[in-house]
DNA sequence: ACGACCGGTTGACACGTTTTAATTAGCGCG
DNA sequence: CGCGCTAATTAAAACGTGTCAACCGGTCGT
């Protein structure tokens, strides 16, 4: 493999290796001809830019990092999607991290992030302790919060997770649910806690006992967790009414909860969270909480892209959704 | 922002640059006084290696890239985690980037993991023509190629998919279906176009005419084709049977069939491709065609490295496994 | 006692690009 | 014809790390 840089580019064109860097990088300040003589160099010898040679000498890449809790989650999915197109849009790229709701596979991937030296880091937390991620912003990371609301000195975009917690709650208990059960994965997962804590808001309102709430946690967020959540459901004996912290458990608890015969809503009313797509395809539509997706990965990367451009004249914002009820057969 | 480097790490330890740096990629070198009075240097500056730097030094990144048709297909996402363990377990990193099917966003993707001067790259092509890749690998950049056989130059991992197609519709003809249709993305994609010969070799097996099986193609295998899909099957008139080239198509068939009041399996037998997650939580559980997807991430990525660290006695593999048939209500 | 040897450390250079200041060429105008 | 001006190009100096040959002080073997 010869390796063809730039001078090697620049002999052939008869050309000095600045002109070179200028027909790739500013070429209006190049004389036409010139240039086409270049480019035609770069053709012929298949020359493509070395990117870590470009980001040494820029200091930073052309790259932000996103870190999800969970890539096999339809909702980051989606969240990805937003952020790929503005990330593409504006000439940069993406590397996506995989948290696995893992503090610690989240400091390993923060740690690769900062090596390559993204110019930002578009992150939703694993933990409450964000203290290592304002170390980041302090070495010269531009960090944004997604899904995850921040006090004051950082950008977020987040949806209002105790109104959606209640609104679904308020939902189960307006069907005639009294004795509920919350299925989640780790308190220490912020959107659990919260939409938990919009649980019992409702039931307050309602009249009811906190007591009322079951709270079941399962290690992950995903099919699997949801899967053991409904055979506990099932030996701890049926409430009226389950809310699940995301689709994924509750697919995972309908599956189960079907398949000893409950029936689903007429035994058990079931609602998710996310509103993901395959939950209106699924044996009983879900309810479930709807959240803005792709505008939350679209926002988010706009701010942190701006921050990045502007980091002096930067306001940092937090931007706060609220989630919209979507009801289906699960629960009426 | 202060840059923290080498040499202020050395300084501060009263070595030499050379030793720093000899402490973190040959520690085994460096005497274990010297080695934690570097290793405290580096916490308390809070120094980052700059990979960057290393990458241009070395010649190349410890990264992989993987280029697949669609990130939110489940498939490519259990696809995704094979990979992700393994080169996480050989201490590299995964650059994951998504075709969307399109052949542009594909050679996209592959120039800026060239210009990341990636180490390999795991790529599901997006079409037949496979030039551009070979010109990669013959620029030092390993290639294996994912559920897509190659022939004898490049390493692949891929699972039958003519096979598939035939056990699929063999199934569906034995439950008595005569009229098919085959619901698929664009016939350029491999997948697709195999499949396809496979579900003709099943009828001709079977003494029936190849006019029996009606295409219906759409241009993205989503769940949002396979509700066009559904749309076209029921304006042409429905057959006994419908085999999808992927789950999600079917999910969306399944979806428009179900609320035109088609009842699956009793007025049209329905069988998907890819065995998802999701597939056996459908409204009519699915029945489908099961490959070793982790498998299929795993292998490859073991292919790829194990060709990086040693390109001479490397001899190129083609893997082929064989699909299974997961039969469930939507067929029976 | 002297040379060979060895583990540990050092210094300098190379990797490929970008950038800045300096140089050259081209051109109109006095 | 020469002056100054602009446009185009160049040479050289970084960016931070890894490597390699050289070096140093001490120990072993004869």
Redesign the pocket.
Same mark, same amino acid.
Do not use: C, Q, Y
């Given at each position: 493999m010869v =390796?063809v840089?730039?001078?090697e580019?620049?002999q052939r064109a008869?050309?000095?290796?600045?002109?070179? *860097?200028?027909v790739?990088? %500013?070429p209006e300040?190049?004389?036409?001809? =010139?240039?086409s003589r270049v480019e035609q160099a770069i053709r012929e010898l298949g020359?493509?830019?070395?990117g *870590?040679?470009?980001t040494? %000498?820029?200091?930073q890449s052309r790259a932000v990092g996103l870190v999800v809790l969970d890539v096999g989650n339809p909702f980051f999915v989606e969240v990805a999607r937003g952020v790929d197109d503005v990330v593409s849009a504006r000439d940069h790229a993406v590397i996506l991290c995989n948290s696995g709701e893992s503090p610690e596979k989240e400091s390993r991937n923060l740690r690769v992030l900062a090596e390559q030296r993204v110019r930002g880091v578009l992150i939703t937390p694993a933990a409450d302790d964000t203290s290592s991620l304002l170390r980041l912003r302090d070495r010269g990371v531009a960090v944004v919060f997604v899904d995850h609301p921040a006090s004051g000195d950082v950008c977020s975009v987040a949806v209002d997770d105790v109104a959606g917690g209640e609104i679904a709650v308020r939902h189960l208990i307006e069907g005639g649910a009294r004795r509920l059960a919350f299925v989640s994965g780790p308190r220490a997962i912020r959107q659990c806690s919260d939409r938990r804590r919009g649980a019992l808001r409702a039931l307050e309102s309602a009249g009811l006992p906190a007591g009322g709430l079951a709270d079941i946690v399962v290690p992950e967020m995903n099919a699997h967790g949801g899967q053991a959540a409904g055979r506990t459901l099932l030996s701890d004996g049926l409430p009226d009414a389950v809310f699940c912290a995301n689709d994924l458990l509750a697919l995972g608890v309908l599956r189960v909860l079907s398949q000893a015969g409950v029936r689903v809503p007429q035994d058990v009313a079931l609602i998710g969270y996310d509103d993901i797509e395959f939950s209106s395809a699924a044996a009983v539509p879900l309810s479930s909480v709807r959240q803005p997706t792709y505008q939350l990965g679209k926002i988010a990367t706009e701010l942190l892209l701006d921050e990045c451009d502007d980091p002096e004249g930067h306001a940092h914002q937090q931007i706060m959704f609220q989630p919209e009820l979507v009801v289906r057969e699960s629960s009426s």
């Open positions: =390796t840089g730039i001078k580019v620049a008869g050309v000095s290796p600045g002109t070179v *860097s200028n790739l990088n %500013r300040r190049v004389a036409a001809a =010139t240039r020359f493509v830019r070395n *870590s040679a470009s040494l %000498r820029a200091g």
